[in-house]
Each structure stands twice: as structure tokens, then as C-alpha cells.
């Protein structure tokens, strides 16, 4: 069955980095276009990031751009979350999600467990 694990969360100052990796098993990867989300307490899942199945194009929330980039290595079966110059708003369980063909924001029907990021003032 398919998996998703994501690891490299953890505590960062602000302004601060930190590269998440989600790592696919069960999954021909390279016909998946993947995305990440994140989950504040309190709030709602929202989008974050997302990318093709070639990796040639990306998408990301509007409070992201510029700081955080989505990557992925199709022999490796993984992708990534790098996220730089981190503000204490973008603390959030972070999740890998993963779906056959083509998605963007909405309609991925495979998620991982998540990884906690705490960003501090």
C-alpha cells in the first residue's frame, strides 16, 4: 500500500531553516504529483506547496513564496520541503500528500503521519 513519511521537523528560531523530507514507498513516485500542507492548532489544513510528477512545475501559497521551496528526487522516491527565513506563523504540523496524475491544492487522496515545526520569536 502506499506510504508517506515525513521527517526534519522540529524547533527553529525565527529566521531560521529547515528541509522536510517525505519518503514514498508502495508508489511507481514518479507518476505522483506531491504536495505539502500544514495544520496550525486551531485551524484548518491549508495548502503550502506543490509539484509535478517531472518536477518541472511548482506551486505555492501566497505567505510562502519566496521563502519556501518544493523539490523532489524521482530515484529517491522523495520529496522536499526546504523552508527559509521560518516566522512563528508557519509553526504547523506539516503533511506530505501524494496523488496519481495531476493535482494542485485539492485532491490528493495520500497522506502522511506529519512532522511537527515550532518556530519561536
Known amino acids: 500500500q502506499v506510504q508517506l513519511v515525513e521527517s526534519g521537523g522540529g524547533l527553529v528560531q525565527a529566521g531560521g531553516s529547515l528541509r522536510l523530507s517525505c519518503a514514498a514507498s508502495?508508489?511507481?513516485?514518479?507518476?505522483?504529483?506531491m504536495g505539502w500542507f500544514r495544520q496550525a492548532p486551531g485551524k484548518e489544513r491549508e495548502f503550502v506547496a506543490t509539484?509535478?510528477?517531472?518536477?518541472?512545475?511548482?506551486y505555492y501559497e501566497d505567505s510562502v513564496k519566496g521563502r519556501f521551496t518544493i523539490s523532489r528526487d524521482n530515484a529517491k522516491k522523495t520529496v522536499y520541503l526546504q523552508m527559509n527565513s521560518l516566522k512563528p506563523e508557519d509553526t504547523a504540523v506539516y503533511y506530505c500528500a501524494g496523488e496519481r496524475g495531476v493535482a494542485v491544492t485539492t485532491g490528493y487522496n495520500y497522506w502522511g503521519q506529519g512532522t511537527q515545526v515550532t518556530v519561536s520569536s
Open positions: 509539484i509535478s510528477r517531472s518536477g518541472g512545475d511548482t
Open positions: 508502495g508508489l511507481t513516485f514518479s507518476r505522483y504529483a
